[in-house]
T-cell receptor
Framework: EAGVTQFPSHSVIEKGQTVTLRCDPI?????LYWYRRVMGKEIKFLLH????????ESGMPNNRFLAERTGGTYSTLKVQPAELEDSGVYFC??????????????FGPGTRLTVL | RKEVEQDPGPFNVPEGATVAFNCTYS??????FFWYRQDCRKEPKLLMS???SGNEDGRFTAQLNRASQYISLLIRDSKLSDSATYLC???????????FGKGTSLLVTP
């Protein structure tokens, strides 16, 4: 079974530009999460989708970040315009419907974003 | 106070040694606890969930102490391949989002 995939693996952009990250969850996983790790800090939650609905976006830093999951399959995370402090590794994770032993989150390889 | 705290280490141990990590959490309402392993520049991979009764998987044992709000991970008979960063993760109030510690670095030497 394929795991969570993310694209691109790396992105280097200049301040003020726009970047779109993509995440394909494990097939059949309704829950999709975005996390971010800024250098020297812990991995931080950004938001959670259940199918195509945003369940919790309390971790989104500001309105320069926009996440979508049209059709309840893959998700995109757009940063517009990017700032220097947005640099970090963006992880996507997915899990099956909540229930005993089924809410384990499986992580993708991450997108390493560098804003210059 | 951070939601999840871990000793960053590094822990340098010889092969065959036993090593233990602790992780404290601040949210007493947390219900799910996990240990993830992260290799350099890779994604976190689930090592084990932590249950109230404690659980064991081969050389790895995880314990939960709700009264003191910490979880632990014990690795017996350390292997070179155990070298990695071990992340503690605890669910938040919503029950879905995970709060991570910064991780504990382990280096097992020959």
């Amino acid at each position: 079974e394929a795991g969570v995939t993310q694209f691109p693996s790396h992105s280097v952009i200049e301040k003020g530009q726009t970047v779109t990250l993509r995440c394909d969850p494990i097939s059949g996983h309704d829950n999709l999460y975005w996390y971010r790790r800024v250098m020297g800090k812990e991995i931080k939650f950004l938001l959670h989708f259940v199918k195509e609905s945003k369940q919790d976006e309390s971790g989104m830093p500001n309105n320069r970040f926009l996440a979508e999951r049209t059709g309840g399959t893959y998700s995109t995370l757009k940063v517009q315009p990017a700032e220097l402090e947005d640099s970090g590794v963006y992880f996507c994770a997915s899990s099956q419907v909540r229930g005993f032993d089924t809410d384990t989150q499986y992580f993708g390889p991450g997108t390493r974003l560098t804003v210059l | 106070r951070k939601e999840v705290e871990q000793d960053p280490g590094p822990f340098n141990v010889p092969e065959g040694a036993t090593v233990a990590f602790n992780c404290t959490y601040s949210n007493s309402a947390s219900q799910s606890f996990f240990w993830y392993r992260q290799d350099c520049r890779k994604e976190p991979k689930l090592l084990m969930s932590v249950y109230s009764s404690g659980n064991e998987d081969g050389r790895f044992t995880a314990q939960l102490n709700r009264a003191s709000q910490y979880i632990s991970l014990l690795i017996r008979d350390s292997k070179l391949s155990d070298s990695a960063t071990y992340l503690c993760a605890v669910n938040d109030n919503s029950g879905y989002a995970l709060n991570f510690g910064k991780g504990t670095s382990l280096l097992v030497t020959p």
